[in-house]
């Protein structure tokens, strides 16, 4: 069986999305700051836990998935 093809866009969506919900779950700390332009941003650790968990969570993606280009 083949595996199912993606748009890009829904690609980074989805393991964006699992990343978010992931570095959520796992704080015990809040995981947002706000920048000196007034943005809502990820501490510096959630957003190497983000990263991390992107990785991850992209590896996985492509078990079962094929981005289209």
């Known amino acids: 069986m083949g ?4 748009p890009s ?4 969506e989805l393991y964006s999305e699992l990343a978010g919900v992931m570095v959520e779950y796992s704080a015990l700390d809040a995981v947002t700051t706000i920048n000196d332009q007034g943005d809502e941003v990820y501490t510096e650790e959630a957003q190497e836990k983000f990263i991390h968990c992107s990785e991850i969570f992209e ?5 079962y998935f094929t981005k289209e280009k």
Do not use: A, C, N
């Not at 595996?3 to 993606?6: E, N, S």
């Not at 866009?9 to 980074?12: A, D, I, L, N, S």
């Not at 590896?59 to 078990?63: F, I, P």
């Open 59 to 63: 590896d996985l993606l492509g078990h």
């Open 3 to 6: 595996k199912i093809k993606i």
């Open 9 to 12: 866009e829904t690609w980074v």
